[in-house]
């Protein structure tokens, strides 16, 4: 029987709000904040790997997303992202941090 209840309270306790067992959660993590104004002098040059990895740097950016002519791209918010617009010749055409 005190097996039984020790477990019990065992599992009520683990089901606590964090803030009511004294304990403080922990900070969301911090985003890297994109910034697309330092990339312009790289528009009208040719989409490449190499370039996109000078592009994440310059930028701050955590992940890079090409976007080619009639490419479908998701509406979702991301401030640590890099959009790429490329026209159909591979030519970087302008960036957008979203």
Known sequence: ?????VVALLASAACTPVEMRGETPADP???AACNADAL???VGKRAS??????MQ???GA??????????AVTMDFRSDRL???VDAKGR???FTCA
């Open 83 to 85: 959009n790429v617009y």
């Open 49 to 54: 790997d190499a370039r996109a990895d000078v």
């Open 40 to 42: 312009g002098d790289l």
């Open 92 to 94: 970087i055409e302008r």
């Open 1 to 5: 029987m005190r097996v039984v209840m």
């Open 57 to 59: 740097t310059w930028s």
């Open 62 to 71: 955590r992940t890079l997303r090409w976007i080619a002519p009639n490419t």
């Open 29 to 31: 993590p911090v985003a």
